[in-house]
């Protein structure tokens, strides 16, 4: 009896591997984006408990020239560094998005060639049972016609 064969295996075998893969790069962008969504928030942090230390100041009238320049600086140099986390973020989330698509493209594949493979399967089957039917059918047929070739003979 032949065995069940799907041309197809290999690369229904390579889409679950590349579907895997994927599912491990993304999970892997999403502890990225949870990291860098800290380092924001603790630069925010830094930032505002600076700009609070400023008013404080300003209230208290402590501010000379040189402690503005120098908060002035660092607070400029605090936003600066939470833009460049806002676009590192940014690039995140657009390839974390571009690998979700590509996750669903290719589980999308994946299934198809499973029907496929379910269908071929099935006809398979078919085949195995229609043609063992064929010979049954036959033997049947070959008894049926020996024995009446016997009665034949007898007569």
Known sequence: MKKFYFSLDFLLNYKKTLEDKLKVELTKLIR????????????EEKRDLYQEEVRKREREEKMDLGLII????????VNSQIEEQKDKLYRIL?????????????SRQRKLLERLKEKKWLEFIFLREKSNQQVIDESALLRFYKKSKAKDNLL
């Open 32 to 43: 990225k984006q949870k990291k860098e969504e800290k380092v924001l928030k603790e630069l």
């Open 94 to 106: 657009k390839e974390k998005e571009n690998i979700r698509k590509k996750i669903v493209d290719v």
């Open 70 to 77: 120098a908060y002035d600086s660092y607070l400029g140099k």
